[in-house]
């Protein structure tokens, strides 16, 4: 089932005009900021369908810089974002390209920081509810409407189990895990939902006690 | 329980002896961890921005970024205060704050999406009429958009709520059914009669595409939702009247999802195709973006 609580469909309060194209576009500007963590430096935006055909006149391109930026979907500057990117010396562009067989306004964003890059590539699927498709070249899908665990690492036997077992013990609830890889023991990225907050201490027993984890990074729900 | 069909819905409410609101309520609680008052808290602070955008654009007149729109609101206003109006006056006034809503939103201000930024109108501008007409409190109105939502999950979740999927019926459409719905069960009406709220309003929008000018959310979709406010008031009555809709709801959800699929791309939030191809509306475009485009 797509949408399941009634501030999907009465809400979000967000700045306008398009729910679509404004906030599901500040959506996943959040997202590849929350996986980036870090102050991004530059950013490409490549749109695909509708989302190219009409992005300057929704704003998207404001909102998706303003997503980048940190900025929650009811921000009253998301209408000045390309001036506060200049600002703060984030750069960025806008390109048009067929990516694939995805929803109409997808758009994959290439991100960069001082230590990481992220290339995510997600779509805005209507009233502000967004799905990424891929992260880093691999199949991955999730909303960021649950706390979201992304876990980088090489794909080696038992490492769910080790997983499951540390989220267990320190009391959160699996909602949704997955786990996509390059070939058989090469490199992996696990997607995994919980129910609850994540706290910060989580990452740190995540990291002695499962060897083959390289990084983790927290989005954190919507 | 899982938002998908309508008749499961009205069966649920009938057998438990309770409203849909309520129904919706408790999936709510049970999906969040939420308490029922921090849920009642949170929509109450959402239906105080709707508020905000409903009364904004009638009290003074608020214009586009671009300037293609803007000031239809409180035209209505002022309208309605001559009493010369053929609608009934809480019936214009209903349509006025649903055009201040786009109004609002089209200048980039703050909105609730309801279902969607384009048909944000549609819903504020009827429930902040009721609130007006003394008839209902805040605390009632509050709790009818948990019956708006649960038709609009049924209808997102079995169909669309996207122009650029489902063209306009998915977005002006659905945000008239939750509409009518709603306020059916506001006025009293049963769940059955809920459902047939539901279907006859999705009846009038169907095949209705989504053409904006430029691709802007201005041109038709502003006035889209001050009339719509009125059909949804005008299928709540029928409703409440005991009308039905000989299409079940859940079908009429179908028959709308196979028309957008239908929809060549064009009608589909492109800006390409309908009201955008029109020579004005080519002329429009070309003066907010100054520069000649490919239409279809
Ligand atoms: S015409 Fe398109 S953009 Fe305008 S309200 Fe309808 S669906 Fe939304």
């Known amino acids: ?222 | 329980m899982s938002f998908t069909h309508l008749h499961e819905l009205i069966r649920m409410a009938d057998e438990k002896q309770t409203s849909i609101a309520n129904l919706m309520l408790e999936v709510e609680i049970e999906q969040s961890l939420h308490t029922e008052k921090e849920i009642l808290e949170r929509m109450n602070r959402q239906f105080f921005v709707m508020e905000e955008a409903a009364r904004k654009g009638v009290e003074t007149p608020v214009y586009s970024r671009t300037g293609l729109t803007g000031g239809d609101a409180h035209r209505v206003g002022a309208y309605l205060k001559r009493g010369t109006s053929f609608l009934a006056p809480q019936t214009l006034q209903a349509m006025s704050f649903a055009l201040s809503v786009n109004e609002v939103n089209a200048g980039m201000g703050r909105i609730v999406a309801t279902p969607t930024a384009g048909s944000a109108g549609i819903l504020p501008g009827v429930f902040i009429s009721l609130l007006d007409s003394g008839r209902y409190s805040r605390e009632d109105l509050v709790r009818a958009l948990f019956t708006a939502a649960a038709l609009g999950l049924v209808i997102a979740n079995s169909a669309s709520i996207s122009g650029a999927a489902g063209g306009c019926q998915a977005e002006i459409g659905s945000a008239t059914a939750m509409t009518a719905g709603a306020i059916v069960e506001l006025g009293g009406g049963t769940p059955t009669q809920v459902g047939h709220a539901v279907g006859l309003a999705l009846k009038n929008s169907l095949g209705l595409v989504c053409d904006p000018v430029g691709g802007l959310v201005e041109i038709p979709c502003i006035i889209r939702n001050g009339l719509h406010a009125v059909t949804a008031l005008a299928a709540a009555d029928m409703a409440l009247a005991g009308v039905k809709s000989v299409i079940p709801a859940d079908e009429v959800i179908q028959a709308m999802y196979a028309i957008g699929n239908a929809m060549p791309e064009s009608l589909r939030e492109t800006g390409l195709g309908g009201l955008a191809a029109t020579p004005t509306g080519k002329a429009l475009r070309e003066r907010v973006f100054g520069k000649k485009v490919e239409t279809e």
């Open chain 1, 1 to 222: 089932m797509k949408y399941q609580s009634a501030f999907e469909m009465i809400g979000p309060v967000m700045v306008g005009p398009s729910s679509s194209h404004t906030a599901g576009a500040v959506r996943i500007g959040n997202l590849a900021r929350e996986i980036l963590n870090e102050e991004p430096r530059s950013v490409e935006f490549r749109l695909m369908g509708s989302f190219y055909e009409t992005y300057q006149g929704h704003g998207t391109d404001l909102a998706l810089l303003a997503g980048v930026m940190g900025y929650s979907t009811d921000h009253p500057a998301v209408s000045e974002a390309d001036k506060r990117a200049t600002e703060v010396g984030l750069v960025y562009t806008f390109k048009k390209e067929h990516l694939g067989f995805f929803h109409p306004n997808t758009v994959a964003v290439l991100l960069h920081g001082d230590r990481h890059n992220v290339d995510l590539i997600a779509s805005s699927l209507g009233g502000g509810k967004v799905e990424v498709q891929e992260l880093d070249g691999l199949s991955i899908r999730f909303s960021g409407e649950k706390n979201t665990l992304i876990l980088y690492h090489a794909d080696q036997q038992g490492f769910l189990a080790k997983v499951s077992h540390v989220l267990d013990s320190e009391g959160y609830n699996i909602a949704r895990l997955s786990l996509e890889r390059w070939r058989r023991g090469g490199y992996a990225i696990t997607v995994c939902e919980v129910d609850e907050e994540i706290r910060g201490d989580l990452l740190e027993i995540l990291h002695t006690k499962v060897s083959q984890l390289k990084d983790v990074r927290v989005v954190r729900s919507l």
